[in-house]
């Protein structure tokens, strides 16, 4: 349990370093970022989009991840995290493959110098430890649940079953006094328990 802990640490702190330059960078030079997302190979409708829904989306990323002892707001930055660095595998991978005419890349900082090919591995790194990330910060599963509730029922069947009649009846007393000294909570038509 304390290596999966140290394992979904170590994969927030890079996620963490990969998101927080990458918004910060694209939010400080916001004509620059404009004129790269023109140059690329997407409709020129998506651009205007694109402007403002990557570093916000980005920066998200960074401030679920870096939430202060809420697992769930982690999961949900490792979602966002895993969904965007799909989204930009998938873009590389598709200029990889030729579908573009022109490659040019609007990534900054340190793989700005990748080639084509390193930066879809890179991405595709990047992708899986987003999903390990997931799958390490997933909160209960549901079938957790349902076990504890299995259980439950299963004491009560067998404790009608071991013939505890005095246990049973006494139990069904109380539940209909209950009902009898508060009827409101327990009628079907409210105004008509008075």
């Not at 370093?17 to 790269?36: I, M, N, Q, R, Y």
């Not at 259980?151 to 005095?166: E, G, H, L, P």
Request: aromatic share 14%.
């Amino acid at each position: 349990m304390k290596t999966k802990s140290i394992i979904a640490g170590i994969i927030r702190l890079t996620l963490l370093a990969l998101w927080s330059p990458v918004a910060v960078e694209k939010l400080w030079d916001l004509s620059g970022f404009h004129s790269t997302l023109r140059r690329q190979p997407i409709p020129e409708w998506s651009t205007d989009i694109l402007f403002w829904l990557l570093p916000l989306a980005e920066l998200g990323a960074a401030a679920l991840i870096a939430w202060p002892r809420s697992r769930k707001r982690t999961h949900q930055g490792m979602w966002l995290s895993a969904i965007l660095m799909l989204s930009f595998t998938l873009f590389i991978g598709f200029g990889v493959l030729g579908w573009y005419e022109k490659r040019p890349c609007g990534c900054g900082s340190v793989i700005s110098g990748l080639s084509w090919d390193d930066h879809l591995w890179f991405n595709a790194i990047f992708f899986l430890l987003a999903v390990l990330g997931i799958w390490l910060t997933c909160p209960a599963l549901p079938g957790s649940r349902r076990r504890k509730y299995q259980k439950a029922v299963q004491i009560f069947r067998q404790a009608d079953t071991a013939n505890d009649i005095a246990g049973h009846f006494i139990v069904k007393r109380c539940l209909l006094a209950f009902a009898k000294r508060f009827p409101r909570k327990f009628a079907l038509f409210r105004r008509r328990a008075l």
